[in-house]
């Protein structure tokens, strides 16, 4: 089934931050360890799970330093603390990211026939959990 991305939010805390026109998804990903002997068989190298990295969180969206949660996320950048994060997508797909995450970016820019827009990053610090619930 798919559902359009309307009404997915992004909340710092429960705090929801507003004006977002994109929310990257988070990228997980795995090292390999190689644990291949000399008597290991078959001629193939041989491996095991490393650690486990949920990748950053990029966000984008209209700058409007008095709308709902951006100027968190601009103190939250300055502090470097780390903060709680949920993705709460639509509510079709039953389904929310909650995560922990350390604010790496802010940036804002405009043009002269566009809005003043913004972006950010939020490396995400240890495991995500996908929260599901049933209908």
Known sequence: ??????????????????????IGG????ADTIDVTTLDSAGGYREFIGGFKDAGEVSLSGFFDPT??????????FQSGVVSAFTIQ????????????GVVTGFKTSTGLEDPVSFEGSIKVSGSPTLVTTTA
């Open 67 to 76: 709308a709902s949660g951006q100027k968190d996320l601009y103190d939250a």
């Open 1 to 22: 089934m798919a559902v359009r991305g309307l009404g997915t939010v992004l909340k710092m805390g429960t705090k929801t931050i507003a004006g977002l026109t994109e």
């Open 26 to 29: 988070l990228e997980l990903s």
């Open 89 to 100: 997508f639509p509510a079709a797909l039953n389904a929310s990211w909650t995560f922990n």
